[in-house]
């Protein structure tokens, strides 16, 4: 019998090792966990039952629950929680919502000196107004907007986050009435700006957004989505001299770097054409984007590696005489890489053999395969086979451009199946 219980007691004790851990060390145990989980760890025991009240990581997605119940849910949370720091607050719905909810959401992150933000809905009947606490925090260092319509939330005009790191801004557009420069001019520190499916409204006076950054290292653009008729007008002035990183996709719109990037080590350009319309001349949109475009790699030419896929040396392709044209000067540059879509895996060719395959090339385009028989670039690849095809006369001005390259890997899609 004593044996049993000393059994027992052993077990007890050995199970119980977690809940004996302080609350400071459950907690964040827990904030691991999504909100939800963490919460239904309050039905395990007594010692359970408050220890996710002390969450500093809140995550409220929501999962398809009806629209009160999910707000009923996420005031309950926040009601019972303790008034301690929110390092991360995340609010995310795909439905319409009363924009009274969001306030108050963001206001109770702001309340408790939110590090981390992350904001995605869908409301009504107005706008989100983000509350004047946490447009000058100086504990915030990530601040992501998302608008489920371009209308949900108000653009402030100006910000004053003297720590913020990051600011992603999705689906919003900027106009006279919500922009002045000073939204990116109160964050000093800013290191990461993403713009992805914004826009410059097409109607009143604003044509130019200035993003004055002194230390921001990564610039992504995505998906601009300014209609065709203000391409000529509307651009991007961009004063950012410790810039790392450039990244832009989509649509072409005129990024003006105002400074010698000296620093720059990648740029990664992502570009499809403007879409087929009766109402215009495709090829003059062609012929106009190519030629923006080629200028603004002019400006990029101290980069060292140079990030093209295979749509956007289409678009090279497109500019007319290029082959006559001068060749830009890259000469920090130490290799290019062709991205595809869905890549499988890559192949690194040197620039040597890539020269002497342009020099047999008899066509227009250079077939570039998995294949370790570097002449077969030249023919017409076997059903089945991983590749990818680029204009000669692209790759051609590319290496007259980058003297000190090195290398050109090129990235190789999955093979279709149909």
Not at 143 to 153: E, M, Y
Not at 267 to 279: K, T
Not at 321 to 350: G, Q, V, W
Request: net charge positive; charged share 25%; hydrophobic share 40%.
């Amino acid at each position: 019998m004593a044996a049993r219980n000393t059994k027992k007691m052993r077990e007890t004790s050995d199970s119980d090792h977690l809940s004996c851990l302080p609350d400071s060390i459950l907690s964040h145990i827990l904030s691991f966990l999504d909100t939800k989980s963490a919460i239904r760890t309050s039905v395990l025991s007594k010692r359970y039952a408050l220890v996710w009240t002390l969450l500093s990581n809140l995550d409220f997605k929501y999962s398809g629950i009806d629209i009160p119940g999910f707000t009923s849910y996420v005031n309950h949370v926040l009601d019972r929680r303790e008034h301690s720091i929110v390092t991360r607050f995340r609010l995310s719905l795909h439905k319409n919502v009363d924009s009274s909810f969001v306030e108050k959401c963001i206001e109770y992150a702001a309340e408790h000196k939110v590090q981390d933000l992350r904001v995605r809905v869908c409301t009504k009947p107005k706008s989100v107004v983000l509350p004047g606490l946490l447009l000058n925090m100086s504990c915030l260092r990530i601040l992501r907007l998302n608008n489920g319509t371009c209308w949900s939330i108000e653009l402030p005009k100006s910000l004053a986050l003297p720590n913020l790191k990051v600011l992603r801004l999705k689906n919003f557009a900027f106009s006279d009435s919500n922009y002045n420069g000073e939204i990116f001019m109160g964050c000093p520190n800013l290191e990461t700006l993403v713009l992805n499916k914004c826009w410059i409204r097409p109607v009143g006076e604003l044509k130019v957004l200035e993003v004055n950054c002194l230390k921001l290292k990564n610039l992504e653009i995505r998906y601009w989505r300014s209609p065709w008729r203000c391409f000529d007008e509307c651009m991007i002035n961009v004063t950012a001299p410790r810039l790392d990183t450039f990244r832009l996709q989509g649509h072409l719109l005129k990024v003006n770097f105002k400074e010698s990037l000296v620093c720059l080590e990648k740029a990664s350009i992502d570009l499809f054409y403007p879409m087929s319309c009766v109402m215009v001349d495709t090829w003059e949109r062609k012929q106009k984007m190519s030629e923006t475009f080629i200028s603004m790699l002019g400006r990029l030419c101290t980069v060292k590696s140079l990030f093209l896929s295979t749509k956007t040396t289409e678009v090279l392709s497109a500019v007319s005489d290029l082959r006559k044209r001068a060749p830009l000067t890259f000469d920090n540059l130490r290799y290019i890489r062709f991205t595809a879509e869905n890549k499988h895996t890559e192949k690194c060719i040197t620039i040597n053999e890539l020269t002497e395959s342009l020099k047999s090339a008899k066509n227009d385009y250079l077939i570039l395969r998995d294949s370790k028989d570097s002449k077969s670039w030249k023919t017409k690849p076997k059903r089945n086979t991983s590749y990818v095809a680029i204009r000669a006369g692209v790759i051609s001005y590319l290496l007259d451009s980058c003297p000190s390259a090195e290398n050109v890997i090129v990235e190789l899609p999955k093979v279709s199946t149909d």
